[in-house]
């Protein structure tokens, strides 16, 4: 399994960026698929997570501003990140967790200025 995450970028405060994030190989269609991220000096954390057979947990810090979606006939994820905050800054993981083992992808930075 290969998980490629992509859409990250520079943007200033108060703006949009979407992630996406295709996962490729054998993928039993029963999974969750996500985001994380860490920032500098930080530790990995949770943004949001979708699961194949419906339903969303955010972060409390991105609710109301992120939205993730998923294409599960492409075992695609977004993220689309709108009134981005510097607080936001980081890289962004995308996760696949399936029978119990969790893959990740290799990161994108995204950058929020102010």
């Known amino acids: 399994v290969q998980l490629q995450a992509s859409g990250g970028g520079l943007v200033q405060a108060g703006g949009s960026l979407r992630l996406s994030c295709a996962a490729s190989?054998?993928?039993?269609?029963?999974?969750?698929m996500g985001w994380y991220r860490q920032g500098l000096g930080n530790q990995r954390e949770l943004v949001a997570v979708s699961a194949s057979g419906g339903g969303a947990h955010y972060a409390d810090s991105v609710k109301d501003r992120f939205t993730i979606s998923r294409d599960n006939a492409k075992n695609t994820v977004y993220l689309q990140m709108n009134n981005l905050k510097p607080e936001d800054t980081g890289v962004y993981y995308c996760?696949?967790?399936?029978?119990?083992?969790?893959?990740w992808g290799q990161g994108t930075l995204v950058t929020v200025s102010s």
């Open positions: 996760n696949l967790a399936v029978q119990g083992v969790d893959y």
């Open positions: 190989g054998s993928i039993f269609s029963i999974n969750v």
